[in-house]
């Protein structure tokens, strides 16, 4: 059916099947669905690195996200608002979600103030100084043309006392309602709020409920992945995802690791992004259904066997482990595309996997087969 871009549908959410708290469902959206359980590869600077954009499509990726922080100093937002918008400025036709600005702009020690108004800072570029506010972080995002605008909000560090997350999470609210309020009336595009109170269960109902007040398309939980580690992350997710309303996406941020996500998902997560499979593809670092394989080490000089038989990657369709290792070992700028591009297939993969399980309702057999293939893995010194 043909839409009307001057009348896009709003996004919506179609939750289609459980399977204790995991969750698998649609977000639909004017540029195309995007089925959950979804990861989306991070393209920071408008690139996934390493990547073209019909590879990253080719993993079955419905999703990209782009980082406010770092499009707003270089191109600029105005710049990419002038060229046509990020989906064409990058040449990305799926759906686009961009982050606050709000992670980057924390992690700015020393060159940054913060104020109830927002928080100016210095650009690690050049040193010129610059303000994000909730409103101009929405401004910013409607300029890139995002189809999913997150609110601007603090991240709280951890470790943190329970006074200065209490306060961090409570001006975080009052920034989200700004960020409502500014982002006004879309259709075609969702704001999300961002859950916060550190690893405190009583301020991170507080912040559930002001959220749900103010009224969001979708939900995240924010302030994990900062440090707390998988077991403390675990323990916020057994009760903070179900504080967020049933029938709309809940996304974790920065997350993560294979077994992070399987048990994020576990735990009633929808959506989630990490630079680590591009990253650490970049770095000889590659993730198998039997764990991690470090292409750098020497046992795979004279390896012939694919990373993965299994897999439709070209790394692993076309390459083997000892060609890897050679273009690795010799710095050569295919290593970091085949092993980029193999991560993100199989994170793709691992998604694909959740979501055939959770529809059948076997995702505890998933799990508990995901985690015994690690065990072999382990076993067999990959």
Not at 7 to 32: E, Y
Not at 40 to 49: D, E, I, N, R, S
Not at 332 to 355: C, F, V
Request: hydrophobic share 35%; charged share 20%.
């Amino acid at each position: 059916m043909t839409q009307n871009p001057e009348n896009p549908p709003n996004i919506s959410f179609d939750l289609q099947a459980t399977d204790g708290k995991a969750r698998s469902g649609v977000i639909h959206t004017p540029r195309g669905d995007i089925r959950t359980p979804a990861f989306m590869p991070v393209g920071t600077a408008a690139t996934v690195k390493a990547m073209m954009p019909e590879s990253v499509a080719s993993t079955g990726a419905d999703i990209l996200l782009g980082n406010t922080y770092h499009l707003m100093l270089r191109p600029t937002a105005e710049r990419i608002a002038r060229l046509g918008g990020l989906h064409k400025f990058m040449n990305w036709a799926r759906p686009i979600l961009t982050d606050s600005g709000g992670f980057q702009v924390m992690s700015l020690s020393g060159l940054r103030k913060m104020s109830e108004k927002g928080v100016t800072f210095k650009s690690h570029i050049d040193g010129s100084r610059h303000e994000i506010t909730p409103e101009r972080s929405m401004e910013i995002q409607a300029l890139l043309g995002s189809d999913i605008v997150m609110c601007f909000d603090e991240c709280t560090p951890h470790p943190a006392p329970e006074d200065v997350a209490l306060e961090s999470m409570r001006m975080s609210m009052r920034w989200a309602q700004r960020s409502r309020d500014a982002f006004g009336d879309r259709p075609g595009h969702a704001l999300f709020g961002i859950q916060q109170g550190s690893v405190f269960r009583e301020q991170r109902q507080e912040s559930a409920e002001a959220l749900k007040n103010i009224g969001f398309d979708g939900y995240a939980v924010g302030g994990l992945a900062v440090g707390e580690g998988q077991e403390v992350m675990f323990e916020v997710l057994d009760y903070a995802p179900d504080m967020l309303p049933d029938d709309k996406p809940r996304y974790l941020m920065g997350v993560g690791k294979p077994d992070d996500i399987v048990g994020a998902v576990a735990r009633g997560i929808d959506m989630m992004d990490c630079v680590l499979p591009s990253r650490s593809g970049r770095t000889g670092q590659v993730f198998t259904r039997f764990g991690v394989v470090n292409i750098k080490n020497a046992r795979h000089a004279d390896d012939p066997r694919p990373l993965d038989e299994n897999c439709s990657c070209p790394a692993c369709q076309n390459y083997s482990r000892a060609y890897l290792h050679h273009v690795f070992r010799s710095n050569e700028m295919i290593s970091g595309m085949l092993l980029t591009w193999h991560n993100l297939q199989y994170y793709q993969d691992l998604m694909a996997g959740m979501r055939a399980a959770i529809a059948q309702g076997t995702f505890a057999s998933f799990q508990s087969g995901f985690h015994d293939l690690r065990k072999q893995g382990d076993i067999e010194k990959l």
